[in-house]
C-alpha cells in the first residue's frame, strides 16, 4: 500500500492534475502529470467502467498499479501528481505486461531516475 504522503485523494487535485497535467501513453496505461509545490510524488489511480463492466476486474487492475508504482517509487522524480488511467483496449492485462507499460509511460514523460 502506498504511504499516505504519496496519494492523491481530493477530487479537485485529480481535477487539477486533468486540467493543467501533461499526457503520457503506452501500450496499455495512460498518464496525466502535473507540477505540484510540494516535495513528494502523489499518484493517483483512474479505472473506468469502459476499461471492465465488472468492479473485480478493475480492483485487481488498482492493486496490481499500486504495488507496481510501490515497488518502482524510489525511481521516480518526486515533485508531480500524477494520475495512472488504464486503457479500454488493455483487456485482461496481466501484471508483466501492466508493469512494463507503466515504465515505458514513465520513461515516456521523463519520470524517471535511472
Known sequence: MLSRENRLTLG???DLVYKNGRFFSSENVSLKVASNKLNTIRIGFSIGIKFSSTAVARNQAKRW????????LEEMKSGCDIVIMLKKEATEPTYQKLEQSLKNALQRGNLLIK
Open 12 to 14: 479537485k487535485d485529480f
Open 65 to 72: 498499479l499500486r504495488d507496481i508504482v510501490r515497488k518502482h
